[in-house]
């Protein structure tokens, strides 16, 4: 499986960005697709994930309201919509993929698949 991340940039807190992953290669192998961050200095973290055939979704608590993950089972691509950005989510966000269904599993050792890194960047 071959993940590519796009969508970062530039905001203004409070803003929006919408991050893309898509998927290509073994597909068919992937149960749950993942959004970590890494911040300068910082272990990559956890953000979000989503169970790919049922669309079930798990945040982190500080993202809850203001981040929203989602697929397109037919293009095979897993979305991160990103609002009321703080700078604090200032990172370089990476997709992962996991052949397991623990989708809840906030640890980066539970993914199969990564993705590259795309920068976000949220200036106050």
């Known amino acids: 499986v071959q993940l590519q991340a796009s969508g970062g940039g530039s905001a203004q807190a409070g803003g929006s960005l919408r991050l893309s992953c898509a998927a290509s290669?073994?597909?068919?192998?992937?149960?749950?697709l993942g959004w970590f961050r890494q911040a300068p200095g910082k272990e990559r973290d956890f953000v979000a994930s989503?169970?790919?055939?049922?669309?079930?979704?798990y945040y982190i608590d500080s993202v809850k309201g203001r981040f929203t993950i989602d697929r397109d089972n037919a293009k095979n691509t897993v979305y991160l919509q990103m609002s009321s950005l703080k700078p604090e989510d200032t990172a370089v966000y990476y997709c992962?993929?996991?052949?397991?269904?623990?989708?809840?599993?906030?640890?980066?050792?539970?993914?199969?698949?990564w993705g590259q890194g795309t920068q976000v960047t949220v200036s106050s």
């Open positions: 290669g073994r597909t068919g192998s992937m149960n749950v």
């Open positions: 989503i169970l790919w055939n049922t669309g079930v979704t």
């Open positions: 992962a993929a996991m052949k397991n269904t623990l989708y809840r599993a906030t640890r980066a050792v539970y993914y199969d698949y």
